[in-house]
C-alpha cells in the first residue's frame, strides 16, 4: 500500500508528498525492527525530495534503525533550513536529537532535549497530515529516554499519555508501541500485573499480524518471562 501511494503521487508529479510516504514507510519499518528495509526507505524518500517532513521523518527512522551519521547531517539541515519552524523547532529537532543521544548512550541528554517540546507536544504537525507520523514523538522519545536511564515510572507515564490522547495519535506506528513499551516501563518498575495486561493488550492489537515482524516476536518473548 506504501508503495502504491508513492507511485501514485510520483505520477501525479506530486515528488514531496511521493517523499513524505515513503518516509512514513521507512518510519514504520524502523519502528517495527526492519532496519535494512528502514534505511532503505529512508534514503528513497530522499532522493525524491528534501522537504523537511520528508527529512524529519527519514532522519528519525535512520536513527532508530542505526543509521546516526545521515540521521546527524540531516538533523543539522533542518536545523540551518527552518530556524524559526516551530513544527522543527518543538517537535521534529527535539525527538530527532533525543533518539540520536540514545544511540550514543547518552540518556540523561536524551531526556532533557525533548523539553523544548513539552509545550507544543499535543499538537498535530503537517507530517501527520500527509504522512500519518510525528505527533507526540517527543513524549515517545522521552519514554526511551527513562527506559534507558532505567526510570521506569516516568517511563510509564509518557507511554501512557500517548495512549490516553489516540485521537493525537490515530494511526501512527507509536500508537501500537505505546503498548509494548508500557509494558517494559511496568516491567522495570516491578509491576509485572500491569506489565501483563499492557502486553495482552498489544499481543491482541496484532493478533492478525505477520508472525516474522522482530518487535512482535520481541514481545512474545518478552510476554512469556512475564507468565
Do not use: C
Not at 511521493?18 to 534514503?43: D, Y
Not at 501527520?128 to 522519545?141: K, Q
Not at 494511526?171 to 511496568?186: E, H, K, N, T, W
Amino acid at each position: 500500500m506504501s508503495r502504491s501511494a508513492v507511485e501514485v503521487a510520483e505520477q501525479a508529479s506530486h515528488r514531496e508528498r511521493a517523499g513524505i510516504f515513503e518516509a512514513g514507510a521507512a518510519l514504520r519499518e524502523a519502528f517495527f525492527g526492519n532496519a535494512a528495509a528502514a534505511r532503505e526507505s529512508a534514503k528513497a524518500a530522499l532522493q525524491l525530495s528534501n522537504d523537511r517532513e520528508v527529512e524529519y521523518g527519514a532522519g528519525l527512522a535512520l536513527a532508530i534503525s542505526g543509521d546516526s551519521s545521515l540521521s546527524s547531517t540531516l538533523a543539522e539541515d533542518l536545523e540551518k533550513r527552518f530556524p524559526e519552524d516551530t513544527s522543527v523547532r518543538f517537535s521534529y529537532l527535539p525527538a530527532l536529537q533525543a533518539m540520536l543521544a540514545l544511540n550514543q548512550g547518552k540518556s540523561k541528554q536524551a531526556l532533557e532535549l525533548p523539553q523544548a517540546a513539552a509545550p507544543y507536544e499535543l499538537g498535530a504537525h503537517r507530517s501527520s497530515f500527509v504522512g500519518l507520523f510525528g505527533n507526540l514523538y517527543p513524549s515517545y522519545a522521552r519514554g526511551e529516554a527513562y527506559l534507558a536511564a532505567h526510570r521506569g515510572v516516568e517511563a510509564a507515564a509518557e507511554f501512557r499519555k500517548i495512549l490516553e490522547h489516540r485521537g493525537i495519535v490515530v494511526s501512527d506506528p507509536i500508537g501500537a508501541l505505546a503498548f509494548l513499551q508500557l509494558a517494559r516501563a511496568y516491567v522495570m518498575s516491578g509491576d509485572r500485573t500491569h506489565a501483563k495486561s499492557a502486553y495482552e493488550n498489544f499481543l491482541k492489537l496484532w493478533n492478525d499480524a505477520d508472525p516474522n515482524i522482530p518487535i512482535l516476536k520481541q514481545a512474545k518473548a518478552e510476554y512469556a518471562r512475564v507468565q
